[in-house]
């Protein structure tokens, strides 16, 4: 499943780009300017980060960037909201731990 027409990002194009993101050291195909969440949740990836005091699995839950569940680290920026964030070939984004910090993807 895809998400085609996001209620921030806008629609898609039609004709739409396979790009290559890493994530955690692996490769992921996704659709350049699909929100990084949904090539995510395409590619079988639930856990986004995990919570600084207990360490508990989070994921998407609002998809439209007003909630911190899908925040990971994407090339090296810690915090990042992967459900209002375009996907674009090369990205390396990483699972957060807790709060996360600067420089975690190279």
């Not at 898609?12 to 692996?26: H, K, N």
């Not at 195909?29 to 969440?37: C, D, Q, V």
């Not at 209002?84 to 984004?93: N, Y």
Request: proline letters at 7%; a positive charge; aromatic letters at 4%.
């Amino acid at each position: 499943m895809r998400v085609t027409d996001h209620p921030v990002l806008g629609a898609l194009p039609a004709e739409r780009t396979r790009v290559t993101i890493t994530v955690d050291r692996r490769p992921v195909e996704a659709y350049e300017g699909e929100p990084i969440a949904a090539a995510l949740m395409a590619a079988g990836i639930r856990v986004f980060r995990r919570t600084h005091k207990k360490g508990e699995p989070r994921g998407v839950f609002c998809g439209i960037g007003r909630c911190t569940d899908c925040m990971m680290t994407v090339d090296g920026v810690p915090n990042v909201r992967t459900c209002v964030t375009p996907v674009r070939g090369g990205m390396v984004i990483e699972t957060q731990l807790g709060l996360g910090r600067w420089g975690d993807s190279a």
